[in-house]
Each structure stands twice: as C-alpha cells, then as structure tokens.
C-alpha cells in the first residue's frame, strides 16, 4: 500500500517512521517532509506545501494512494478531508466543520459550555477597548487566546496588567497573528497539572492513545513565553487509571456527541489538553490532530502497527481494536533555534545526528537538507526522544544524545521530565 503523510514536523518525522515499518506498506509519501522523513525506509519527500490542498489531491489521485494522513492542523481547518473525500480518496483526518474545534477558541469554549464539559471561566472580546476594560476588572493571572491558529504561539499567560494589555495589544492592534488574533478569548487561570491526552475516532469508536505531557513554556522551571512545545513524555503518572476512565467518560464521550448532536460526524485524532487538579479535570484546549511533541515519545512506545490502525480508522472500522504499548517509558527534548517563538535565524549546519543506540532517535522537524548537509528551516528544529525502562532512564538516555549533537545555534530546556521524576 502506499501512503501519503502531509506535513513537515517532527509529528509527520514520527508518523513516517513508525508507519514505514508496517509491512502493510510499500510506499510512504511525505508532503513536503523534512531532512528526518527523507532518510527513513520507504520514505520520499514530495515538493508540496502542506495547504496546497489542490496539488496534494491530484498527487493522491496520480499515484493511487491508499491511505492519506494529515499531520497539521491547517490543512485540516482549510478542509482538506471535505476535498478528499469528494473525489472518492481515503483520507484520515476531521472534515472542515469539525476541525473548528480547534480552528476557533470562540467555538471550542462554547461547545464546552453548551455540553456542561469543565473548563475556565471565559468571555470573547471583538473589541479592542472592551477587552481593556475586562482586563482592568480582572484577578491575575489570567490567559489571553487568540481565537484562531497561531502555530502554537497565540496563547499568553498574563501575571500582570501590562503583560495582558501587550499580549492584546500585539493580537488585536500590531496583528502579529494575523487574522488569528482579530477575536481574543480571556479566560480564568487555572492551576494544576497539565497533561495531554489523544484518541482516534472512526465516526464510531473511539479508542485512547497513551498518555502524555507536554512542557509549553520555553524555559526551566516553565518560565519565559508560551511555545509549541519544548519537550514531552510518556505516560504522564498524573493521568492514573481512574483519571483515565473519568477523562474517557466525562470529556472525550460527551465532546464526540455533542459533535453528532450537530450534525458532525468526527473522524481522525482528537487531542485533549487537560489540567488535573485533585481528582478534577478541566480541557484547557482541544485539538484536531496530534500533538507534537507528544507524537514522538508516544510512538517510540507503541507497539501495534500504526498504519494498520490508522487505516481501520479511515474506513470506519476499528470496532474492538485496542493498542498494545511497552511499558517503557519515552522522553522527548526538543532542539530549537535561538531566538525562538520570536525571530531566529535559519539555514545554520546540524552535525552528529546519527543514532547510535536503537533506543534513542532524533526526530527532525525544522530541518532541510542543501548539498548533503543538514540545515535548521524553523523554531523548533529536533525532538531528542529515548526510551528507557523508567522515566528517569529514558531522559539520562534523551540528554546523552542531545550533548552529541554539533549545532551552536541551537538551545533547549535541560528540566524535561523533572516534575514527574520528582514525585
């Protein structure tokens, strides 16, 4: 079978890795990839941007391709399932209507509200000088949202008045996330532990992935300003068995109905942001995809053929499938460029990225290959996963690899895990 991947992250590096060794498959296309997919087993790098919707349909069409999997959530939010689907390709991913669910903040915390599903206390502003003068009534910290796609960056944590009114002031007045940040939604702060908690739905059954946590904020002990991700792993000890049922039963079933209860049907991966505090869950956010860089220490623990699942998936057929898993525990240290969410430089040289041990890998994200060499091409530029028998092998192994790497350019936060090795 052949299969297309679109994206060019360090998800869509995991996606193919993992995916290329099933031996379902033949073929694994990646749109447009990066300097990691393009080096895996059965992998080929296609030149076409991961929106083109267009392109990325008449490429499924010319080489038959079986199975397409979308990573982004951009591609998915412009619709690309609806396209697919339309002229008669397998494709794995929710179509444009649900994909709101992370395309609008607006959306998602209505949708919460409206199906009596926990989370923050929250008003939407339109306008610039009423969103000042909710700010100025405010207890802090509050968090500030830009209500559509920010590539992970639209979000601030706001401790004081003058850190909220610029994270306005840059959302609805400078436009840095363009069309994005025209609707901000501003809502209570809520204290707890953060954890990241993926599904897969068919349109019918809805199967969990293992747990995971993320660290968002850039620097140690997070500190500094809100990221993609610089870090991950799996599984968070905070999601236990009971907060694993309470989750599926008090968050992921209510949100799958309460989509079919207007008229959409989801289909693809359902992400979770969640905060725990004492028992009691609370979405911070959703999202239409996978995480990244969740993806990366999830399947380095996963056991079950990815491309057999995802392909079940699809075709509306997971029934009483389940996913195996190690009980290893996987870690991933993301590598990013200097100056990093803000303006950082590109097209520096990456050396010493070959893994040596089996249960280490790099996952490329931001990278691009010129004459052989590889080059940096983003912000985040490399997800350092391992695999260990406890958490605490899994980031020695993790760090062991990172120090090996020759890149000058690059940073990364030396605390990931740290929080739950402790406890």
């Known amino acids: 079978m052949n299969f297309l991947i679109i994206g060019n992250g360090g998800r869509e590096h995991a996606f193919a890795w993992k995916i290329s060794q099933s031996s379902l498959v033949q073929k694994v296309f990646i749109a447009p990839g990066n300097a990691g997919t393009e080096r895996e087993n059965k992998c080929e790098n296609i030149n076409i941007d991961s929106e083109d919707i267009s392109a990325l349909r008449d490429f499924a069409i010319e080489k038959s391709i079986d199975l397409t999997i979308v990573g982004p959530e951009a591609p ?3 619709g690309i399932v ?5 002229n008669n390709l397998l494709i794995l991913g929710p179509s444009k209507k649900a994909s709101q669910i992370e395309g ?5 915390k209505d949708f919460l509200k409206k199906n009596h599903i926990r989370t923050a206390e929250y008003e939407v ?3 610039y000088e009423e969103s000042k003068e909710y700010i100025s009534k405010s207890k802090f910290p509050i968090v500030i949202k830009a209500d559509g796609l920010a590539a992970g960056k639209g979000v601030t944590i706001a401790h004081s008045a003058e850190e909220a009114h610029k994270a306005l002031d840059d959302a609805m007045q400078k436009k840095i996330f363009g069309p994005a940040g025209t609707k901000v939604v501003i809502e209570d702060f809520l204290q707890g532990e953060e954890a990241s908690f993926i599904v897969l739905c068919d349109g019918k059954k809805t199967i969990p992935f293992a747990s995971s946590q993320d660290h968002k904020a850039r620097d140690n002990n997070d ?3 809100n990221t ?3 870090g991950a792993y799996s599984p968070a000890p905070i999601v236990t068995e009971e907060i694993h049922k309470q989750v599926m039963k008090k968050i992921i079933k209510p949100t799958i109905d309460g989509l079919k209860s207007e008229g959409i049907t989801y289909k693809g991966f359902l992400y979770a942001g969640l905060m725990i505090k004492n028992s009691e869950i609370s979405v911070l956010e959703f999202n239409c995809r996978f995480g990244d860089p969740e993806t990366q220490p999830i399947l380095m623990r996963m056991e079950s053929d990815l491309a057999e699942i995802c392909l079940l998936a699809a ?3 997971l029934n009483e499938r389940e996913i195996s898993w190690t009980k290893d525990s996987a870690l991933g240290v993301v590598i990013a460029s200097k100056g990093y969410p803000f303006e950082y430089e590109k097209n520096k040289e990456i050396n010493n990225l070959e893994n040596e041990n089996p249960r280490q890998k790099v996952f490329h994200a931001g990278t691009k290959t010129h004459e052989g060499q590889v080059l940096s091409n983003g912000g985040r530029v490399l997800c350092v996963t391992a695999l260990g028998s406890t958490l605490l092998d899994s980031k020695n192994l993790a760090y062991q690899k990172v120090k090996t790497i020759d890149w000058k350019d690059g940073f990364y936060r030396d605390d990931i895990g740290d929080k739950a090795i402790k406890s």
């Open 315 to 317: 075709q509306g057929n």
């Open 228 to 230: 993609g991700g610089m």
């Open 125 to 127: 502003f339109e306008d």
């Open 76 to 78: 998915l939010v412009k």
């Open 104 to 108: 609008s903040k607006k959306f998602m």
């Open 82 to 86: 609806d396209e697919f689907e339309k």
């Open 223 to 225: 500190l500094g300003p």
